[in-house]
């Protein structure tokens, strides 16, 4: 898979699994400019990295803005919610188990 190679979704945003390896499990994601807004509190460990477009994320009740290129890192059972993206934000998040 090319990680340029996508549709934009007219809502919410599409998911991908790129690779399922051993305590690994990595996802290409895009996101609309309307989006849901679900808290996630999750087992694992997740980081991830904006590779196209924005996204303004609140992560421990802390409002964070993402521009292309930037990465983060979210500790596992951490509340975090992705409030407001950029029409065509591309993100690549790896969840360590």
Same mark, same amino acid.
């Given at each position: 898979?090319?990680i !340029?190679d !996508?549709?934009? +979704?007219?809502?919410? @945003?599409?998911f ?15 996101s ?7 808290? !996630?509190?999750?087992? @694992?460990?997740?980081?991830?990295? *904006?590779i ?18 930037d990465?983060?890192?979210? +500790?596992?059972?951490? +509340?975090?919610?992705?409030? @407001?993206?950029?029409?065509?934000? *591309?993100?690549?998040? *790896?969840h360590?188990f």
């Open positions: 898979m090319n !340029y !996508y549709i934009t +979704p007219q809502d919410n @945003e599409t991908t699994t790129l690779l399922e390896h051993k305590n690994i499990k990595i996802n290409h994601i895009v609309a400019e309307n989006i849901e807004q679900i808290e !996630y509190i999750q087992e @694992e460990d997740e980081w991830l990295i *904006v196209e477009g924005k996204a303004t994320l609140s992560l421990k009740n802390k409002v964070q803005t993402l521009n292309k290129g990465t983060l890192f979210i +500790p596992a059972k951490t +509340p975090h919610r992705v409030l @407001e993206t950029q029409k065509g934000t *591309v993100w690549l998040t *790896v360590i």
